[in-house]
């Protein structure tokens, strides 16, 4: 059978905009363009961040993805967290970082989300929060099966908590997927990274390029 993968992109959900120009017309046929401040930009294969002190450089192989695929699992992500959570709010289109891919299985996401006028919560309530969400909405997917944990972890100079998510074939218990989660407030924000892919190979590529990023 066929298993139908649902990516819940619950904390990290990523719209790849390095920049952007609103052109406006006024009288006549004069344009106005007007430069929106970006949030990073590549170059040589590194992305710089410009929200606060961070690069992360893409492995070999990648390539930045795409908006259209970007939009498609936050939508999955998003109506698959909504139905099995109703009354939850969650914001489906946080602030994009950067986001690079091998294929459809094997990516990596990254968002930063303002905190301001949102509840005060610490690292660990956020932490217990996250896991229960993902674990009550994993179990309403009943053709696969999936075990859920968290830890801690120090980064650099960040405190980060991880949520590992590996998702199996309930009928012969094949490891199908593995999903990691990290989240860290840094600067009264919400920064965010998920890492996922079916060979182990690849996870430690992607899991080495963010750990390695975070040491600069």
């Known amino acids: 059978m066929k298993i139908r993968f649902i990516i819940i992109v619950l904390l990290v959900s990523i719209n790849i905009i390095f920049s952007q120009e609103k052109t406006v017309k006024l009288n006549g046929n ?39 695929r970007t939009e498609e699992l936050e939508d999955k992500g998003y109506e698959a967290t909504k139905n099995a959570n109703p009354g939850i709010k969650i914001n489906p289109h946080p602030t994009q970082l950067i986001g690079f891919e091998k294929d459809k299985y094997t990516y990596f996401k990254s968002s930063f989300e303002s905190l301001t006028g949102t509840k005060k919560v610490t ?10 969400l993902l674990s009550d909405t994993y179990s309403k ?31 012969n218990d094949m490891l199908l ?3 990691e989660l990290y989240n860290s407030f840094i600067n009264n924000h919400l920064f965010s990274v998920s890492i996922n892919y079916r060979n182990a190979e690849e996870g430690m590529i992607l899991n080495y390029a963010f750990t390695k990023s975070m040491e600069n």
């Open 177 to 179: 997927l593995t999903q």
């Open 123 to 132: 690292l660990e309530e956020h932490k217990k929060f996250s896991e229960q």
């Open 30 to 68: 004069e344009i106005l363009t007007i430069e929106v401040p970006e949030n990073g930009k590549v170059e040589n294969g590194i992305y710089t961040c410009n929200l606060f002190d961070w690069k992360i450089t893409i492995p070999e192989n990648y390539k930045i993805t795409d908006i259209k």
């Open 141 to 171: 997917i009943k053709e696969l099966r999936c075990d859920i944990s968290s830890s801690d972890i120090k980064l650099g100079k960040y405190s980060f908590y991880k949520i590992e998510i590996r998702v199996y074939n309930p009928k």
